[in-house]
């Protein structure tokens, strides 16, 4: 995850000047984040190593995140604006609950992370993995949101940063309907491994969460 300050690519994020190429440019950040399917729920990962350009900023950072007790996040990107966009989640997910007296659903947390983004069109450097159980639906819900506010939901892995190409080849091969918590973790933890090996701007520790019936949980 790169250390990007919003001001210094306002000009190059313009919307007047936005193309493909710039797109493309803001979507490759410096880290690998994961969110994967399997029987109970969804795993969500990602690694810990922050980038200033060649520099390792941080080992430790954090990038996965409880949203509420149903709902994870990751984030790739500029870390002032993805880090905006997750205390604006977790708040308005607190005021939802407050209102209606129910833990909102992924799908609600998700769409909000899509409304944050398409309303700052262009100027938060965010992508963010939304992930969580479905009291309603029962069953596990996946959802990656772009910096244009973009909403792609998955039924099975998806994959962002600069690490994911490493990840997703894996993940391609490897990911099967009805995964044990067991057989998710473990290719989890392959699919980041194999980003932080090939991945300059991905690595150390490997962030670990389920999500299911049961709510929220962190993993080794």
Do not use: H
């Amino acid at each position: 995850m790169t250390m990007i300050e919003k001001n210094m690519n306002l000009k190059k994020l313009n919307l007047e000047n936005l193309d493909e190429e710039t797109i493309q440019k803001a979507a490759k950040t410096g880290t690998t984040t994961v969110g994967l399917i399997y029987k109970d729920g969804v795993i969500i990962g990602t690694e810990s190593q922050a980038t200033a350009g060649y520099v390792v900023a941080s080992k430790v950072a954090q990038k996965l995140f409880e949203i509420n007790k149903f709902t994870a996040a990751t984030i790739s990107g500029g870390v002032a604006d993805a880090q905006y966009v997750i205390n604006q989640l977790q708040a308005l997910s607190r005021l939802r609950e407050v209102e209606k007296g129910v833990i909102p659903e992924p799908k609600y947390i998700a769409n909000i992370t899509r409304n944050i983004l398409f309303s700052g069109r262009s100027y938060y450097l965010a992508m963010m993995i939304v992930g969580g159980y479905s009291t309603s639906e029962k069953k596990g819900k996946l959802y990656g949101i772009d910096l244009l506010g973009a909403l792609f939901e998955e039924e099975s892995f998806i994959s962002f940063g600069s690490g994911s190409t490493y990840a997703l080849g894996l993940l391609e091969a490897d990911w099967k309907p009805g995964l044990s918590e067991e057989e998710a973790v473990a290719l989890m933890k392959n699919a980041i491994k194999s980003s932080k090996e090939r991945d300059i701007a991905s690595g150390f520790e490997i962030q670990l969460c389920k999500v299911n019936e049961k709510g929220f949980t962190k993993s080794q």
